[in-house]
């Protein structure tokens, strides 16, 4: 499924984000130099406040602020209802970042209408992040999380019999690993994971994808020494091998119950080929996936509410919720 138009040329208001995008970044650049990730964090919230946009293309029905019990304590997370009459199908969103940077507010744009724009609830997590919190915190709040949803949906209106993952980018990594995790029986099951511009592989070398050799030397808003950074910061010196498929699960077997995927991709991006090269690896094992390329288009352009290609995707997502939601698990 390819949307849009020209792939091999962006357009004129991705272009125009671009530039203000750099212009951000050279702004904050000597903070960051002095005051490392955590003015890091500073920068990418006033990225996605400066293009999120409306607050929501179409709103959610209700907005509930919840704590989860987590290994290393209670973590913040927000749900948002669709219209309709509960209990919802549930999926977990698991935002980008890099595992470092980004959460809740960050992302409320973005997910907030996706549950106004679907039938599906979307829970929304602030697990921690690196380098303070290596690998595996945030994939253990993220089985947490949809171990919530198991135990305590029903009093949040949340069907626990209809839940799935969903991530971006960083977070799309998080969500198919964690949607490998219940397919090995190590977390609850779920009937639909959604991967949107995922990282699949931090093991390969940059030359090995040509995407990152098209489009990663720091023009097109995500650039290789970011990834690279993202990965060193989340996995710990002589921690886990960077094959292990809990962080590369493009490398992994793929196990037979895993659930079906919707996979989105960016023309522009990086990490698009590496989308295209998992959902592959899903359907080589018979695993369903739907892999949706989306052109012209940038890393994280679906949060950039400002975009009109967001808005019209937003609503292509929201459909595939719709769609692979249905299913329940009893």
């Given at each position: 499924m390819e949307l849009l138009n020209d792939p091999t040329r962006?357009?004129?208001?991705?272009?125009t984000l671009l530039a203000q995008y750099y212009d951000l970044k050279e702004h904050w650049g000597p903070r960051i130099a002095a005051e490392g990730i955590a003015a890091h964090r500073l920068f990418a919230s006033a990225v996605f406040a400066r293009f999120r946009g409306a607050e929501h293309d179409v709103a959610p029905a209700r907005v509930v602020e919840l704590q989860i019990d987590a290994p290393g304590g209670p973590r913040r997370a927000r749900l948002y209802h669709p219209p309709g009459q509960p209990p919802f199908p549930t999926v977990l969103f698991l935002h980008g970042g890099g595992w470092s940077v980004g959460g809740v507010e960050d992302y409320d744009g973005l997910?907030?209408?996706?549950?106004?724009?679907?039938?599906?609830?979307?829970?929304?997590?602030?697990?921690?992040?690196?380098?303070?919190?290596?690998f595996p915190a945030a994939l253990e709040d993220a089985v947490a999380a949809l171990q919530f949803l198991e135990r305590h949906g029903p009093d949040v209106g949340c069907d626990p019999g209809r839940l799935g993952a969903m991530g971006d980018s960083a977070g799309g990594n998080l969500a198919a690993v964690v949607a490998r995790e219940a397919a090995l029986g190590?977390?609850?099951?779920?009937?639909?994971?959604?991967?949107?511009?995922?990282?699949?592989?931090?093991?390969?070398?940059?030359?090995h994808f040509a995407s990152r050799r098209d489009y990663g030397d720091g023009r097109f808003f995500l650039a290789n020494a970011a990834i690279a950074f993202a990965r060193e910061n989340y996995v710990a010196p002589g921690g886990a091998r960077h094959d292990d498929p809990r962080v590369s699960p493009l490398l992994g077997p793929v196990p037979p119950t895993l659930a079906p995927a919707f996979i989105l991709s960016a023309s522009h991006d990086?990490?698009?080929?590496?989308a295209h090269a998992y959902h592959e690896h899903l359907m080589r094992a018979g695993v369903p996936s739907i892999d949706c390329s989306v052109a012209p288009a940038l890393h994280a352009f679906l949060s950039f509410g400002v975009l009109a290609s967001a808005?019209?995707?937003?609503?292509?997502?929201?459909?595939?919720?719709?769609?692979?939601?249905e299913r329940r698990i009893d």
């Open positions: 962006l357009d004129a208001e991705s272009i997910a907030g209408s996706l549950a106004g724009l679907s039938r599906v609830a979307v829970l929304s997590l602030d697990y921690r992040l690196a380098p303070e919190h290596r190590r977390a609850p099951q779920l009937v639909a994971q959604f991967l949107l511009y995922p990282m699949t592989d931090i093991a390969s070398p940059d030359e990086p990490l698009r080929d590496e808005q019209r995707v937003r609503r292509i997502v929201a459909s595939a919720l719709n769609e692979l939601m």
